[in-house]
């Protein structure tokens, strides 16, 4: 009962929040009169069609309008369909579009084409920036939406993690405690190592055959796609020690013989872990994307995992897509020695940060109105409830509401591994020619994760054509 009347709650929160937003206005005086030179223009936004963007496009933006006079039409689509209407507008220069959805892996190629507007010279306005905006209030995530001098071009209004999820129900059963420590010699917990966590997928394994049940140890986002080089990156080789996709930022190199670590034993070392854990996963993992793994473990069929924390929000509260609601928690990954030392001394990071912002191209002809718009999503009194709606906070301050006190039991303790460890996780490295990177990276690891290849082999062939490719590319 209790999972439906959250339910319940989500979808009255929906309902009321029009009249709670337009209620917590911090400053409504100033918003009027900030925006008296601007009533009855008309903005327009594209955005993908996540939970936090329909959020704003159903709330934030009829609040907006009716305290200000700035009408605001909002295309909330396809992520593929978006990225082809705001590049094509800023390719042309048209001016369609007044603010679009900057993700944070793609905002390095947009920099690079002089494409986004820079927002410092906004923020240091103070006849268009709210007296409460408070930029520092900002978490970490802020930082990946800026350029190499420390130029602002995004502002941040959903934020994730992708880190470890495990099933409460199962560390926590007695007889499973009991039966872990008897074969492996110490307590099931939350693995600190990797070898914890091949211990522990390999127990949940054999657990699930022994007891005649589908249970695994272990899932992965193995498909031949996009997904499974990103995955590598972002997820297995940052706690392995092996960052920035194992380039040289400084000479834009992969090799080890060029000063890269992307053919370093400890980067093979990782991709042979990450090849063989597949046999801990459920047979089709290898037709598994992001959007498969994470539904494949609301199933209930999964012990532990890494998943995009987008997910968390259905996973905790759907009854209809999750049966493991009040099942899971949230963690940190294991990590290599050194590395989480490093990762606190701003030398490494642990995992990665992932989410949008919002950014004015270059040529919007509404940049002051569509600058009060973009505050006017990410204020500091309606994070919490914003939270409530899609689960993503970009705001240090918002941690200390009850609401979100209350989500985070929900969830595992989530936000309390953003507000404590988010530091130690990071956006994309400044790599504006991610896009053919990607590509390439995925021909040599699909290559090793179907076993065609040695992890030495393919990473020795991928950095040399890596470092051919940035040379190619002018790096």
Known sequence: MRRRLLTV???????????MVFAQVANPDWWKKAAEPYKGVVIHGVSESTPPSK???EIA??????LTGIKVELETTSWDEMYNKEIQDMQAGAGIYDFVYLEQDAVYSYIEQDWLTDLTPFVDNADLTEPDFDLPDFTSFIDYFKGKDGELYGIPFEAFLKTYIYRTDLFNDSDIQAAFKEKYGYDLAVPTTWEQYEDIAKFFT????EKGIELYGHVAQAKTHPCLAYELCETIWPPWGVYNWG?????????VENGGTLNSDTAKEALGWYVDMLQYAPPGVRTYTWDEAAAVFGTGIIAQGF??????????HDPDRSVVIGKVAIDIPPAKPGVMEAAEAGEGYIGYYDGGAWGIPYCSKNKEAAWLFIQWCTRKEWQPEFAELATTVVRKSAFEDPIIDELNVAMGGYYTVMQEKGHLFAGCPPLPMQTPLNELYLQWISRAVAGEVSPEECLDNLAKEADELMEELGY
């Open 9 to 19: 709650v989500f979808v009255l929160c929906f309902l009321l929040v029009p009249t």
């Open 55 to 57: 959020a704003i496009a």
């Open 61 to 66: 933006v009829p609040a907006f309008e009716e």
């Open 206 to 209: 054999e657990y699930g055959k």
């Open 247 to 255: 380039i040289n930022l400084e000479n834009m190199r992969t090799s």
């Open 307 to 316: 998943l995009y924390m987008e997910n968390l929000g259905w996973l905790a």
